[in-house]
Every structure is written in structure tokens, then in C-alpha cells.
Nanobody, 128 residues
Framework: QVQLVESGGGLVEPGGSLRLSCVVS????????MGWFRQVPGKEREFVAR????????VYGDSVKGRFTASRDNAKNTVYLQMSHLKPEDTAVYYC?????????????????????WGQGTQVTVSS
């Protein structure tokens, strides 16, 4: 059974940076595309980034383009989200997720319904 554990959240001032990590247990990590989402109370879960299984393609949500960088290390079964130039509106619980199926590289698969396994989330608060 797959397990995803996020870490790295916390309180940061506007303009600052944080790096989130998500360690995935279970087989075949390198065969799955991974995603990052975020959610604030009362709102739908928002797409942040998708890292394709072959590491060659990353797509981002419009609100984070140019500020966030997603990556993965298949040797460590870990996916990362480097967040820079943080804004108060980036405040949310951040979740990592694993694609429902292996070897799906499409950059259009960015909805929560495209992912079948989720972590418990880590809180990111951007405030002075």
C-alpha cells in the first residue's frame, strides 16, 4: 500500500522561500507522475504542479508559474516543491499526490481526479 508523507511546511514572511518534500513508500515510484495541490478552507483543491514520471516534463498552475519549481529524485522516492517569492495568498495546506496510473505523461492530467493517492498535507503560512 502506498504512503505519501509531506514535510517542510511552516511560517514564512512574504517574499521568502520554503521547500516541501514528499516521500513516497511503495513500489514503482519512478513509474508514476506526481502532483502538488493546495487547499484553503472553503475552497476547492487547487493544482500547483505535476512532475511527469520520466522527469522531463513539469507543468504548473498559473498562480505559481515562475515562482515555484517542482522536481523529483527517483533514487530517494521523493518529490519536491521549491517555493520562492511567497505571497500571503500562497497560504494553504499543500498536498502531494500520485497519479492513478503508471506511465501517464500528459500535461493535461491536472485535476484532483487524476490522482489516486494523497498525503496528509503540510501547512504553509505566509505572513509578516
Amino acid at each position: 500500500q502506498v504512503q505519501l508523507v509531506e514535510s517542510g511546511g511552516g511560517l514564512v514572511e512574504p517574499g521568502g522561500s520554503l521547500r516541501l518534500s514528499c516521500v513516497v513508500s511503495g513500489p514503482s515510484f519512478s513509474s508514476y507522475s506526481m502532483g502538488w495541490f493546495r487547499q484553503v478552507p472553503g475552497k476547492e483543491r487547487e493544482f500547483v504542479a505535476r512532475v511527469s514520471w520520466y522527469e522531463g516534463d513539469v507543468v504548473y498552475g498559473d498562480s505559481v508559474k515562475g515562482r515555484f519549481t517542482a522536481s523529483r529524485d527517483n533514487a530517494k522516492n521523493t518529490v519536491y516543491l521549491q517555493m520562492s517569492h511567497l505571497k500571503p495568498e500562497d497560504t494553504a495546506v499543500y498536498y502531494c499526490a500520485r497519479d492513478r496510473w503508471t506511465f501517464r505523461g500528459s500535461s493535461f492530467l491536472t485535476g484532483p481526479e487524476d490522482f489516486g493517492s494523497w498525503g496528509q498535507g503540510t501547512q504553509v503560512t505566509v505572513s509578516s
